[in-house]
């Protein structure tokens, strides 16, 4: 199995014992071998941190200061090498085998330069994890009751932001909506930026259309809600701005369950 041309990282602001998780499962399950490029991004780091990265051969990148996750992607985004890089939060466990890794990725790549995509959404379609809040709002919308039709009646620029959604909802969202969806292999769909708004979670990105595009306008962009203080992204793009440029999304299988332990440490 020949090495796949993509970096890994991963932003880990404390939580340790999730870290060792996630990076325990990157190991039995091969992720960490398909790439010599891992690294792991340590704001208000301790000799803790620094043990448990070391420990599964990734580099760290060390920061005294708390960063914020817009701030952290940023830092860790700016150290990594150019071309697809594969952004992972410390709580992130992979779900999946070696093989099908191996098989989505690098499908994933390709398609990544191929359709000049934004992101590819890496969360497990079957296993996302919790917490998930998307799906109960697209269900709210669009189940086949009554009070979901009238909901699409009275709020149909609402309804329509969340058909991307469906990716996660139907095993053939494509035949849902057909005239959004695209399907491109089997559990693989493109999705505009129209319907589906930006995720952190399990990205595949181009390194520089990532810093170039998404970091610098969330920076840009003013907005009154923080997470511990800090712009974390999500928020910041959830505009006019990210839904009119109508950026292509690929929605994967997936490999990722969001499985944050005990040890918060925030």
């Given amino acids: 199995m020949n090495k796949l041309s993509f970096a890994i990282g991963v932003l880990s602001w404390k939580g340790y014992d999730s870290l060792e998780n996630v990076l325990n499962s990157y190991k039995e399950n091969g992720l960490s071998n398909m790439t010599d490029h891992k690294f792991v991004c340590l704001p208000e780091y301790t000799d803790e941190g620094i043990s448990i990265v070391n ?8 920061v005294k200061e708390n960063l914020g996750i817009l701030g952290g992607f940023k830092k860790l985004a700016e150290e990594m ?10 709580d992130l466990e992979l779900v999946e085998n070696k ?14 330069n191929e359709h000049r995509l934004i992101q590819v959404r890496l969360r497990s379609r079957k296993d996302p994890g919790e917490p998930f809040v998307g799906l109960s709002k697209y ?17 149909p620029f609402k309804a329509r932001k969340l058909i991307g959604t469906s990716t996660y909802y139907f095993d053939e969202p494509e035949k849902m909506h057909p005239h959004i969806i695209k399907k491109i292999y089997k559990g ?19 390194r520089d259309v990532y810093l170039k595009t998404i970091i610098n306008r969330a920076e840009q962009t003013k907005s009154k809600k923080h997470i511990n203080g800090f712009k974390n992204i999500e928020i910041e793009l959830n505009n006019s701005w990210w839904r009119k440029n109508e950026f292509k999304i690929l929605i994967t299988p997936g490999l ?4 944050r332990l005990s040890h918060r440490g925030y």
């Fill in 81 to 90: 090498p150019k071309g697809p890089i594969l952004l992972l939060e410390n």
């Fill in 188 to 206: 693989f769909y493109l999705v505009p930026s129209s319907v589906l708004t930006w995720a952190n979670l399990a990205i595949l990105v181009d």
């Fill in 139 to 155: 269900k709210k919308y669009w189940s086949d009751n009554l009070i979901s039709k009238i909901k699409r009646h009275l709020r």
């Fill in 55 to 62: 420990k599964y051969n990734y580099k760290p990148i060390l």
């Fill in 99 to 112: 093989k099908e890794i191996y098989s989505q990725l690098q499908k994933s790549i390709n398609l990544l």
């Fill in 256 to 259: 990722f369950k969001h499985n």
